[in-house]
């Protein structure tokens, strides 16, 4: 039997659907293509959509968000990350930074370029990227 998967998406949901959809609005400077008020976005990305929703009333307890001083040692845990390849890094590290959201690490250098870690306002893991000239 074959698994007749014809896409692939990736979402993330938040009790605080709006903060979070305000948050990729300006991080990403676009607009959600469809936009249900705290219920549900999706951004559209170079071969990727992303959505956000806010999980039904019976399923809050298991997205909730936890309290901020727990954030480095339960968030830093997570294997889940959303990578957004950038051209140049430094710009992307300042414009979450603007955003309020300044990066906590260093720029870590590998070889496949170069990366440091973020998070959005629910403390999901962002790795900002930028590839290593002609690893692309």
């Keep these: 039997m074959v698994f007749p998967c014809v896409d692939a998406f990736v979402t993330i949901a938040s009790v605080n659907c709006e903060n979070l959809v305000n948050f990729y609005t300006k991080l990403l400077e676009q607009k959600p293509v469809t936009l249900i008020p705290n219920v549900y976005a999706e951004f559209r990305l170079t071969n990727m959509r ?10 809050e307890s298991e997205f909730e968000v936890i309290s901020n001083d727990k954030l480095c040692s339960v968030y830093a845990k997570s294997k889940i990350s959303l990578c957004l390849e950038v051209s140049k890094l430094e710009d992307a590290i300042a414009h979450i930074t603007a955003l ?7 720029i870590s250098i590998a070889s496949h370029g170069r990366e440091i870690y973020a998070y959005d306002p629910d403390g999901n893991r962002l790795i900002l990227h930028q590839a290593a000239t002609g690893s692309h």
């Design 50 to 59: 992303l959505g956000i929703f806010k999980p039904k009333n019976t399923n």
């Design 100 to 106: 309020g959201y300044p990066p906590p690490g260093k």
